[in-house]
Protein backbone atom coordinates (compact mmCIF):
# COMPACT_ATOMS: atom_id res chain seq x y z
CA UNK A 1 0.00 0.00 0.00
CA UNK A 2 0.91 3.50 -0.81
CA UNK A 3 1.38 5.71 1.83
CA UNK A 4 0.03 9.21 0.48
CA UNK A 5 -2.92 11.17 1.88
CA UNK A 6 -6.44 10.65 0.57
CA UNK A 7 -7.38 14.50 1.00
CA UNK A 8 -5.11 17.71 -0.35
CA UNK A 9 -5.41 21.37 1.49
CA UNK A 10 -8.31 22.21 -0.61
CA UNK A 11 -10.44 19.16 -0.07
CA UNK A 12 -10.00 19.57 3.90
CA UNK A 13 -10.90 23.35 3.69
CA UNK A 14 -14.00 22.59 1.51
CA UNK A 15 -15.19 20.03 4.26
CA UNK A 16 -14.37 21.40 7.65
CA UNK A 17 -16.24 24.35 6.06
CA UNK A 18 -19.10 22.43 5.90
CA UNK A 19 -19.71 22.92 1.70
CA UNK A 20 -20.49 18.79 1.32
CA UNK A 21 -22.42 18.80 4.48
CA UNK A 22 -26.55 18.31 3.84
CA UNK A 23 -28.94 20.85 5.08
CA UNK A 24 -30.60 18.54 7.87
CA UNK A 25 -27.31 18.50 9.51
CA UNK A 26 -26.22 22.05 8.86
CA UNK A 27 -29.86 23.09 10.33
CA UNK A 28 -28.82 20.90 13.49
CA UNK A 29 -25.81 22.16 13.94
CA UNK A 30 -27.14 26.00 13.95
CA UNK A 31 -29.83 24.59 16.98
CA UNK A 32 -27.16 23.06 18.75
CA UNK A 33 -25.21 26.23 19.06
CA UNK A 34 -28.05 28.17 20.39
CA UNK A 35 -28.12 26.08 23.10
CA UNK A 36 -26.47 26.29 26.87
CA UNK A 37 -23.51 24.20 27.96
CA UNK A 38 -25.29 23.18 31.09
CA UNK A 39 -28.44 20.44 30.97
CA UNK A 40 -32.02 22.26 31.62
CA UNK A 41 -33.04 20.81 34.85
CA UNK A 42 -37.08 21.83 33.66
CA UNK A 43 -36.91 20.00 30.01
CA UNK A 44 -34.40 17.09 30.56
CA UNK A 45 -34.77 16.40 26.66
CA UNK A 46 -33.36 19.59 25.64
CA UNK A 47 -29.42 18.63 25.09
CA UNK A 48 -26.27 20.58 26.25
CA UNK A 49 -24.95 22.63 23.29
CA UNK A 50 -21.66 20.49 23.26
CA UNK A 51 -23.75 17.17 23.65
CA UNK A 52 -22.37 13.76 23.23
CA UNK A 53 -23.60 11.33 21.14
CA UNK A 54 -22.38 7.94 19.58
CA UNK A 55 -23.17 7.05 15.76
CA UNK A 56 -22.89 3.45 14.53
CA UNK A 57 -22.81 3.15 10.63
CA UNK A 58 -24.20 0.04 8.86
CA UNK A 59 -23.97 -1.61 5.26
CA UNK A 60 -27.55 -2.38 3.69
CA UNK A 61 -26.17 -4.31 0.83
CA UNK A 62 -27.97 -7.71 0.92
CA UNK A 63 -26.55 -10.62 0.98
CA UNK A 64 -23.35 -9.00 1.92
CA UNK A 65 -20.55 -6.44 1.13
CA UNK A 66 -16.55 -5.62 0.73
CA UNK A 67 -15.77 -3.20 3.18
CA UNK A 68 -13.80 -0.34 1.36
CA UNK A 69 -13.17 3.23 1.85
CA UNK A 70 -12.16 3.31 5.63
CA UNK A 71 -8.25 4.54 5.40
CA UNK A 72 -10.27 7.64 3.74
CA UNK A 73 -13.25 8.10 5.91
CA UNK A 74 -10.25 7.93 9.15
CA UNK A 75 -8.05 10.69 7.09
CA UNK A 76 -11.37 12.94 7.03
CA UNK A 77 -11.96 12.54 10.60
CA UNK A 78 -8.78 13.39 12.08
CA UNK A 79 -8.29 15.94 9.75
CA UNK A 80 -11.79 17.54 9.60
CA UNK A 81 -13.50 16.91 12.98
CA UNK A 82 -13.76 20.53 14.81
CA UNK A 83 -15.32 23.52 15.12
CA UNK A 84 -14.74 27.16 13.76
CA UNK A 85 -13.59 29.86 16.28
CA UNK A 86 -14.32 32.95 15.55
CA UNK A 87 -15.49 32.20 12.02
CA UNK A 88 -12.18 32.54 10.70
CA UNK A 89 -9.81 29.62 12.53
CA UNK A 90 -10.67 25.91 12.73
CA UNK A 91 -9.97 24.30 15.84
CA UNK A 92 -9.10 20.68 15.29
CA UNK A 93 -11.35 18.60 17.93
CA UNK A 94 -10.23 14.87 16.82
CA UNK A 95 -8.48 13.85 20.23
CA UNK A 96 -11.98 14.54 22.01
CA UNK A 97 -13.40 11.59 19.48
CA UNK A 98 -13.53 7.59 20.28
CA UNK A 99 -13.57 5.26 17.33
CA UNK A 100 -13.84 1.97 16.10
CA UNK A 101 -13.55 0.34 13.11
CA UNK A 102 -13.55 -2.60 10.83
CA UNK A 103 -10.37 -2.58 8.19
CA UNK A 104 -11.23 -2.80 4.39
CA UNK A 105 -11.77 -5.77 3.16
CA UNK A 106 -13.80 -7.42 5.48
CA UNK A 107 -16.83 -9.29 4.27
CA UNK A 108 -20.06 -7.30 5.57
CA UNK A 109 -23.53 -9.65 5.68
CA UNK A 110 -27.08 -8.30 5.63
CA UNK A 111 -30.14 -9.09 5.05
CA UNK A 112 -31.05 -5.78 4.48
CA UNK A 113 -32.88 -4.87 7.54
CA UNK A 114 -31.29 -2.12 9.28
CA UNK A 115 -32.18 -3.51 12.82
CA UNK A 116 -30.13 -7.01 12.07
CA UNK A 117 -27.01 -5.21 10.94
CA UNK A 118 -23.58 -4.90 12.70
CA UNK A 119 -21.89 -1.91 13.06
CA UNK A 120 -18.25 -0.94 10.43
CA UNK A 121 -17.76 2.29 12.24
CA UNK A 122 -18.75 3.56 15.57
CA UNK A 123 -17.59 7.49 16.36
CA UNK A 124 -18.15 8.63 19.58
CA UNK A 125 -17.88 12.33 20.58
CA UNK A 126 -19.26 16.09 20.85
CA UNK A 127 -21.71 15.90 18.29
CA UNK A 128 -21.04 19.57 17.00
CA UNK A 129 -17.07 18.98 16.21
CA UNK A 130 -18.15 15.77 13.51
CA UNK A 131 -21.73 16.21 12.19
CA UNK A 132 -21.06 17.73 9.60
CA UNK A 133 -18.69 14.96 8.29
CA UNK A 134 -22.17 12.16 7.87
CA UNK A 135 -22.74 13.22 4.08
CA UNK A 136 -19.44 12.95 2.42
CA UNK A 137 -18.25 9.69 4.98
CA UNK A 138 -20.91 7.82 3.87
CA UNK A 139 -20.64 8.45 0.98
CA UNK A 140 -16.90 7.38 0.54
CA UNK A 141 -18.33 3.82 1.88
CA UNK A 142 -20.81 3.65 -0.21
CA UNK A 143 -18.92 4.21 -3.64
CA UNK A 144 -15.83 2.67 -2.49
CA UNK A 145 -17.44 -0.60 -1.02
CA UNK A 146 -20.03 -0.43 -4.27
CA UNK A 147 -16.96 -0.65 -6.73
CA UNK A 148 -15.37 -3.35 -4.29
CA UNK A 149 -18.15 -5.47 -3.86
CA UNK A 150 -18.80 -5.34 -7.69
CA UNK A 151 -15.62 -6.25 -8.64
CA UNK A 152 -15.39 -9.32 -6.30
CA UNK A 153 -19.03 -10.35 -7.64
CA UNK A 154 -18.15 -9.75 -11.27
CA UNK A 155 -15.06 -12.12 -10.52
CA UNK A 156 -16.53 -14.81 -8.64
CA UNK A 157 -19.36 -14.97 -11.93
CA UNK A 158 -16.32 -15.26 -13.77
CA UNK A 159 -15.02 -18.68 -12.04
CA UNK A 160 -12.33 -16.13 -11.11
CA UNK A 161 -10.85 -15.04 -14.28
CA UNK A 162 -9.28 -11.72 -14.74
CA UNK A 163 -11.72 -9.22 -15.13
CA UNK A 164 -10.30 -5.67 -15.86
CA UNK A 165 -11.13 -2.23 -15.54
CA UNK A 166 -12.29 0.03 -17.86
CA UNK A 167 -13.97 2.18 -15.43
CA UNK A 168 -12.49 5.19 -15.23
CA UNK A 169 -14.01 6.61 -18.37
CA UNK A 170 -17.46 6.37 -17.40
CA UNK A 171 -16.84 8.51 -14.63
CA UNK A 172 -14.95 11.83 -13.50
CA UNK A 173 -11.36 11.99 -12.91
CA UNK A 174 -11.90 13.10 -9.49
CA UNK A 175 -13.01 9.64 -8.62
CA UNK A 176 -10.47 7.51 -10.52
CA UNK A 177 -8.59 7.07 -7.09
CA UNK A 178 -10.94 6.10 -4.86
CA UNK A 179 -12.36 3.33 -7.92
CA UNK A 180 -8.63 2.33 -8.51
CA UNK A 181 -7.85 1.48 -4.72
CA UNK A 182 -11.54 -0.07 -3.98
CA UNK A 183 -11.32 -2.14 -7.35
CA UNK A 184 -8.05 -3.54 -5.47
CA UNK A 185 -9.70 -4.23 -2.69
CA UNK A 186 -12.10 -6.31 -4.55
CA UNK A 187 -9.39 -8.30 -6.03
CA UNK A 188 -7.67 -8.97 -3.10
CA UNK A 189 -10.42 -10.01 -0.86
CA UNK A 190 -11.41 -12.03 -3.74
CA UNK A 191 -8.34 -13.97 -3.77
CA UNK A 192 -8.65 -14.29 -0.07
CA UNK A 193 -11.21 -16.12 -0.43
CA UNK A 194 -10.36 -18.52 -3.13
CA UNK A 195 -6.93 -18.80 -2.37
CA UNK A 196 -6.55 -17.08 -6.51
CA UNK A 197 -3.63 -14.86 -7.26
CA UNK A 198 -5.13 -12.29 -9.40
CA UNK A 199 -2.92 -9.46 -10.25
CA UNK A 200 -4.46 -6.12 -8.92
CA UNK A 201 -4.36 -4.21 -12.34
CA UNK A 202 -6.11 -1.21 -13.50
CA UNK A 203 -6.07 1.20 -16.51
CA UNK A 204 -5.06 4.63 -15.03
CA UNK A 205 -1.86 5.76 -12.92
CA UNK A 206 -4.67 7.75 -10.88
CA UNK A 207 -6.57 4.42 -10.53
CA UNK A 208 -3.38 3.07 -8.86
CA UNK A 209 -2.44 5.52 -6.59
CA UNK A 210 -3.04 4.07 -3.26
CA UNK A 211 -2.26 0.45 -4.32
CA UNK A 212 0.75 0.92 -6.42
CA UNK A 213 -1.05 -1.92 -8.93
CA UNK A 214 0.55 -2.10 -12.50
CA UNK A 215 -0.95 -0.26 -15.07
CA UNK A 216 -2.32 -2.59 -17.97
CA UNK A 217 -4.51 -1.96 -21.11
CA UNK A 218 -4.84 -2.43 -24.87
CA UNK A 219 -4.75 -0.53 -27.68
CA UNK A 220 -7.76 1.69 -28.54
CA UNK A 221 -10.64 1.93 -31.58
CA UNK A 222 -8.91 4.79 -32.12
CA UNK A 223 -5.40 3.56 -32.61
CA UNK A 224 -6.80 1.51 -35.49
CA UNK A 225 -8.47 4.44 -37.06
CA UNK A 226 -5.22 6.04 -37.12
CA UNK A 227 -3.68 3.29 -38.88
CA UNK A 228 -6.14 3.04 -42.10
CA UNK A 229 -8.21 0.24 -40.48
CA UNK A 230 -5.39 -2.19 -40.81
CA UNK A 231 -5.23 -3.73 -37.44
CA UNK A 232 -2.25 -6.08 -38.77
CA UNK A 233 0.24 -3.10 -39.06
CA UNK A 234 -0.67 -1.41 -35.95
CA UNK A 235 0.05 -4.55 -33.91
CA UNK A 236 2.99 -4.99 -36.04
CA UNK A 237 4.31 -1.19 -35.31
CA UNK A 238 3.43 -1.67 -31.60
CA UNK A 239 4.94 -5.07 -31.02
CA UNK A 240 8.20 -3.36 -32.80
CA UNK A 241 8.28 0.07 -30.63
CA UNK A 242 6.10 -0.80 -27.22
CA UNK A 243 8.55 -2.15 -24.23
CA UNK A 244 9.00 -6.06 -24.60
CA UNK A 245 6.91 -6.38 -20.85
CA UNK A 246 3.50 -4.91 -22.19
CA UNK A 247 0.75 -6.65 -23.38
CA UNK A 248 0.03 -7.30 -26.62
CA UNK A 249 -3.41 -7.59 -27.44
CA UNK A 250 -5.01 -6.79 -30.73
CA UNK A 251 -8.52 -5.37 -30.77
CA UNK A 252 -10.11 -7.10 -33.30
CA UNK A 253 -13.82 -5.71 -34.00
CA UNK A 254 -12.71 -2.73 -35.84
CA UNK A 255 -14.37 -3.54 -39.31
CA UNK A 256 -16.81 -5.90 -37.04
CA UNK A 257 -14.86 -8.76 -38.84
CA UNK A 258 -13.24 -10.32 -35.98
CA UNK A 259 -12.25 -13.60 -37.39
CA UNK A 260 -10.30 -11.77 -40.71
CA UNK A 261 -9.06 -9.30 -38.35
CA UNK A 262 -7.84 -11.48 -35.66
CA UNK A 263 -6.13 -13.68 -38.13
CA UNK A 264 -4.28 -11.20 -40.00
CA UNK A 265 -3.23 -10.26 -36.87
CA UNK A 266 -1.92 -13.10 -35.51
CA UNK A 267 -0.05 -14.43 -39.16
CA UNK A 268 1.95 -11.16 -38.73
CA UNK A 269 2.94 -11.34 -35.52
CA UNK A 270 4.02 -14.62 -36.18
CA UNK A 271 5.92 -14.96 -39.29
CA UNK A 272 7.58 -11.78 -37.46
CA UNK A 273 8.11 -14.13 -34.47
CA UNK A 274 9.49 -17.04 -36.05
CA UNK A 275 12.15 -14.83 -38.25
CA UNK A 276 13.16 -13.86 -34.56
CA UNK A 277 13.99 -17.01 -33.33
CA UNK A 278 15.70 -18.34 -36.51
CA UNK A 279 17.70 -14.80 -35.87
CA UNK A 280 18.47 -16.03 -32.56
CA UNK A 281 17.55 -12.81 -31.18
CA UNK A 282 15.02 -13.65 -28.10
CA UNK A 283 14.41 -10.66 -26.95
CA UNK A 284 12.42 -10.10 -30.53
CA UNK A 285 11.05 -13.30 -30.53
CA UNK A 286 9.11 -12.33 -27.56
CA UNK A 287 8.36 -8.52 -28.97
CA UNK A 288 6.44 -10.19 -31.62
CA UNK A 289 4.57 -12.50 -29.24
CA UNK A 290 0.25 -11.86 -28.93
CA UNK A 291 -1.03 -12.13 -25.50
CA UNK A 292 -4.38 -12.27 -26.47
CA UNK A 293 -7.52 -10.67 -28.71
CA UNK A 294 -10.15 -8.88 -27.58
CA UNK A 295 -13.86 -8.68 -28.92
CA UNK A 296 -15.73 -4.95 -28.09
CA UNK A 297 -18.69 -5.50 -30.50
CA UNK A 298 -21.44 -2.92 -30.20
CA UNK A 299 -24.41 -4.48 -28.94
CA UNK A 300 -26.03 -2.74 -32.56
CA UNK A 301 -24.20 -5.14 -34.77
CA UNK A 302 -23.96 -8.76 -35.63
CA UNK A 303 -19.88 -9.63 -36.60
CA UNK A 304 -19.77 -10.51 -40.24
CA UNK A 305 -18.31 -14.03 -39.17
CA UNK A 306 -21.55 -15.19 -37.75
CA UNK A 307 -23.42 -17.35 -40.23
CA UNK A 308 -26.93 -16.87 -42.38
CA UNK A 309 -29.10 -18.25 -40.67
CA UNK A 310 -28.51 -16.90 -37.18
CA UNK A 311 -27.73 -13.24 -38.48
CA UNK A 312 -31.28 -12.00 -37.31
CA UNK A 313 -31.47 -13.79 -33.87
CA UNK A 314 -31.03 -11.34 -31.19
CA UNK A 315 -28.70 -13.12 -28.88
CA UNK A 316 -26.17 -12.95 -31.93
CA UNK A 317 -25.47 -8.95 -31.49
CA UNK A 318 -22.87 -7.49 -29.70
CA UNK A 319 -20.25 -10.25 -28.33
CA UNK A 320 -21.77 -13.40 -28.56
CA UNK A 321 -21.50 -16.81 -27.52
CA UNK A 322 -21.33 -18.22 -31.01
CA UNK A 323 -18.88 -15.43 -31.88
CA UNK A 324 -16.40 -16.02 -29.12
CA UNK A 325 -16.33 -19.60 -30.49
CA UNK A 326 -16.28 -19.16 -33.91
CA UNK A 327 -13.19 -17.01 -33.03
CA UNK A 328 -11.26 -19.36 -30.56
CA UNK A 329 -11.80 -22.65 -33.51
CA UNK A 330 -10.17 -20.40 -35.96
CA UNK A 331 -7.70 -19.17 -33.88
CA UNK A 332 -6.77 -22.78 -32.98
CA UNK A 333 -6.38 -24.07 -36.15
CA UNK A 334 -5.14 -20.55 -38.34
CA UNK A 335 -1.74 -22.18 -38.30
CA UNK A 336 -2.94 -24.71 -40.78
CA UNK A 337 -3.75 -21.90 -43.61
CA UNK A 338 0.06 -20.35 -42.95
CA UNK A 339 2.80 -20.70 -45.31
CA UNK A 340 5.26 -22.37 -42.70
CA UNK A 341 8.01 -25.22 -43.03
CA UNK A 342 6.78 -28.77 -41.60
CA UNK A 343 9.04 -28.46 -38.51
CA UNK A 344 7.55 -25.09 -37.55
CA UNK A 345 3.97 -26.20 -37.73
CA UNK A 346 4.09 -27.60 -33.98
CA UNK A 347 5.53 -24.41 -32.80
CA UNK A 348 2.94 -22.60 -34.64
CA UNK A 349 -0.14 -24.39 -33.35
CA UNK A 350 1.66 -24.08 -29.77
CA UNK A 351 1.73 -20.31 -30.58
CA UNK A 352 -1.89 -20.19 -31.76
CA UNK A 353 -3.72 -21.73 -28.92
CA UNK A 354 -1.74 -19.07 -26.21
CA UNK A 355 -3.42 -16.44 -27.74
CA UNK A 356 -6.24 -15.69 -25.04
CA UNK A 357 -9.48 -13.98 -25.72
CA UNK A 358 -10.81 -10.67 -23.70
CA UNK A 359 -14.51 -10.27 -23.95
CA UNK A 360 -15.55 -7.07 -23.08
CA UNK A 361 -18.67 -4.48 -24.13
CA UNK A 362 -21.72 -4.49 -22.01
CA UNK A 363 -20.95 -7.52 -19.03
CA UNK A 364 -22.77 -7.50 -16.12
CA UNK A 365 -22.55 -9.86 -13.22
CA UNK A 366 -25.26 -12.01 -15.13
CA UNK A 367 -23.90 -12.40 -18.51
CA UNK A 368 -20.34 -12.78 -17.50
CA UNK A 369 -22.25 -15.90 -15.05
CA UNK A 370 -24.36 -16.99 -18.46
CA UNK A 371 -21.03 -17.09 -20.43
CA UNK A 372 -19.43 -19.30 -17.46
CA UNK A 373 -22.80 -21.67 -17.50
CA UNK A 374 -22.28 -21.92 -21.00
CA UNK A 375 -18.54 -22.95 -21.39
CA UNK A 376 -18.01 -20.23 -23.60
CA UNK A 377 -14.14 -19.84 -24.26
CA UNK A 378 -13.30 -16.89 -22.87
CA UNK A 379 -10.33 -16.35 -21.14
CA UNK A 380 -10.92 -12.46 -19.45
CA UNK A 381 -13.48 -10.52 -19.33
CA UNK A 382 -13.21 -6.37 -19.48
CA UNK A 383 -16.13 -4.17 -17.48
CA UNK A 384 -17.22 -0.72 -17.30
CA UNK A 385 -20.23 0.29 -15.76
CA UNK A 386 -20.73 -2.92 -14.00
CA UNK A 387 -18.51 -2.13 -11.45
CA UNK A 388 -20.31 1.02 -11.01
CA UNK A 389 -23.38 -0.41 -11.05
CA UNK A 390 -25.62 0.49 -8.39
CA UNK A 391 -29.03 -0.73 -9.18
CA UNK A 392 -31.06 -3.64 -7.80
CA UNK A 393 -31.77 -5.64 -11.26
CA UNK A 394 -28.14 -6.20 -10.34
CA UNK A 395 -27.80 -6.69 -7.01
CA UNK A 396 -25.52 -4.06 -6.98
CA UNK A 397 -26.86 -1.57 -4.47
CA UNK A 398 -24.55 -0.53 -2.14
CA UNK A 399 -25.49 1.93 0.71
CA UNK A 400 -24.47 2.58 4.10
CA UNK A 401 -26.88 4.02 6.68
CA UNK A 402 -25.84 6.20 10.13
CA UNK A 403 -27.58 7.01 13.09
CA UNK A 404 -27.39 7.90 16.86
CA UNK A 405 -27.68 5.06 19.25
CA UNK A 406 -26.70 6.73 22.02
CA UNK A 407 -26.91 9.98 23.81
CA UNK A 408 -25.10 11.27 26.80
CA UNK A 409 -27.05 12.50 29.83
CA UNK A 410 -25.73 13.49 33.16
CA UNK A 411 -26.32 10.29 34.14
CA UNK A 412 -24.72 8.72 31.69
CA UNK A 413 -25.31 6.92 28.28
CA UNK A 414 -28.93 6.92 27.01
CA UNK A 415 -29.14 4.35 24.35
CA UNK A 416 -31.78 5.74 21.80
CA UNK A 417 -32.24 5.25 18.10
CA UNK A 418 -34.77 5.39 15.64
CA UNK A 419 -37.65 2.86 15.00
CA UNK A 420 -35.64 0.36 13.22
CA UNK A 421 -32.39 0.00 14.17
CA UNK A 422 -30.41 -0.50 17.22
CA UNK A 423 -27.45 -0.17 18.89
CA UNK A 424 -25.49 -2.79 18.12
CA UNK A 425 -21.09 -4.39 17.74
CA UNK A 426 -18.93 -6.55 16.22
CA UNK A 427 -15.89 -8.15 17.69
CA UNK A 428 -13.78 -7.55 14.38
CA UNK A 429 -13.85 -3.53 15.10
CA UNK A 430 -10.77 -2.45 15.84
CA UNK A 431 -9.90 0.71 18.20
CA UNK A 432 -8.52 4.05 16.08
CA UNK A 433 -8.83 6.21 18.94
CA UNK A 434 -10.38 6.71 22.40
CA UNK A 435 -11.37 4.03 24.91
CA UNK A 436 -15.41 3.46 24.01
CA UNK A 437 -17.09 1.10 25.84
CA UNK A 438 -18.69 -2.16 23.43
Not at 190 to 209: I, K, Q, W
Not at 391 to 412: L, N, Y
Request: aromatic share 8%; net charge negative; glycine share 8%.
Amino acid sequence: MVAESWLHHDAVQAIRSRQFADPPYLNLLELLDTLSDEPTTDHPNIPQRNLGVEIQVISRRSPFAILAGIPRVLEMLEKCVGEWSGGRRFAARYEDLDIWSLDDGHLIASDGVPVNSLPVLVISGTYRFFAHLKTPLLGTLSRASRVATNTFRLIDAAGGKPVFTFAARYDPHEVQELDGYAYGVGVRTFNTHSGSSLDDSVSTYANARFTGASIVGTLSHEAIACFGGDVAELMLKFAETAPVDRLRVALVDFSNDCLRDAERAMRVLFEKSLEARHAGTTEDELRYRLDGVRIDTSAELVDLSVSNDRRGLPEERGVSASLVRALRSMMDSAWKGWDIPADERASAEAWCRRVRIIASGGFTESRIAAFERDRVPVDAYGVGTALLSNCSGEQSTTDFAAGITRVMRSDGWLEIAKAGRRRAWDDRLIQRRGSIES
